[in-house]
């Protein structure tokens, strides 16, 4: 399958990269000599040249595309460029084209849910990754010592950490020999990555050592701080009704603080510019009762002590400045806040900012490449992610049919590759509701299931053979 990507940036080039990684046929294509040069070193076709440009999309091949996707900084850009790629394949006999688009504005979200973007622009999809960030700093911030977790929908989530010295009942065991040291179930490790080797999917010999890099498969939010006891952290009980403190009054400022007002929290936020806080007063999120507006410099340390800064549980950072981000977070931190969060566009400061002491800080792009897989994946209409802490490992969402051979079955008899590992078991219920059930080998296996299984990359083409995909 050909994939033809407009834009070299960060999310297109890590976009091409795990394509790549399924052995996909990629190109990307962008104006910018110094984003083409970066890019050279992919395993990719790349394309010096303008994306909205009928004979740049021929050259790129889009007759024999099945997928055309555009991720410049211009949400009107990728809206021209996907109308276009739609036409220009229609128009010369190409194959049926899934165009997606990536939007920073949500107005073009509520035209997608409408059902309008599709009919005025010809786009299939757009891709506005900022609910899902907000939605994985929520609860990275209420379970510090989880490196990342990633929602998999219907209360199914994979979360990342350290295996530490002090897992005295699963280090330097096997995972069958750790299984009998833990009342209940060792959570299901789907991904390891040891220092200076590969990541792997582990079996049951396989022996966990301090500094392993894991990721476990788990349901419900409860579950978290079990793990981190497990695997050897200290755990904080999370207040019922946090106070949260929000810098920032612009739009992701009242879509975190929609968030956490929904389940229970009360906000302050915290703006220094008049207008904007005035203007924040007079929305709906700010006319909620469990929220207050102030005026006043987030940086100013007399203004924080006067609202009470250091009686807050948790201090978010929701500017459009990385930077200003990190400087909020950290004097919140310093004037004795616990729990410090913020959504950065550089993956490399994500980084930075854990060895600061920051609690959780997610990567605004690397959550949009997840979502863009997700859609170019959509004939398996589910899930998809990569792991950020265990590279060489992805999660993805197949539906069982009554075509596959192993429907009916016990997944113990299923005989399931040693290199794939079943996460979770999805099953609907009733309408519009579905149950998480865990993958006991006696599990049977029926129509109509999800099953949400991990693998290397280059696994993902036999896997959808195998779910007659």
Known sequence: MRVIIGGAGRVGTDLAKALRAEDLDVVLVDSNSRAVKNAQNLDALVIHGDFVSREKLIEAGIVEAEVFIAVSNSDEINLLACTLAEHTSDSLGGKDLLSICRVRDSKFVEEQ??????EWAKVNYVVNPLDGAIDRLHLGLRTPGIEDVIPFGHDAFVVELDVTNEAKDVIFLSLKEAADNIDGNLPLIIGVKREGEKSIVPDGEFVLVPNDKIAVATTGISSFNHILKIFGHQTKNFPTAPKVAIIGANKIGQRVADKWLSTGASVTIIERDLQKANDFSGTATGANPNIEVIHGDHLDREMLKEIGISEHDIAIAALEDDHACIAAALLASDMGIQRTGLMLYDADLVKVTQRMGISFAVDRKRVAVDNLLALIHTKTTGAYALLSTIPEVIGISLPVKESAKFCGMKIAEANFPEWMRIAFVQRQVA?????????????????????????SPDRVAELERRFKV
């Open 113 to 118: 849910n409408s059902g309008y973007l599709t």
């Open 431 to 455: 309408v519009n509701k579905w149950e998480n059930m865990r993958p006991s080998p006696n599990k049977i296996i029926i129509e109509g299931d999800r099953l949400t299984v991990f693998c």
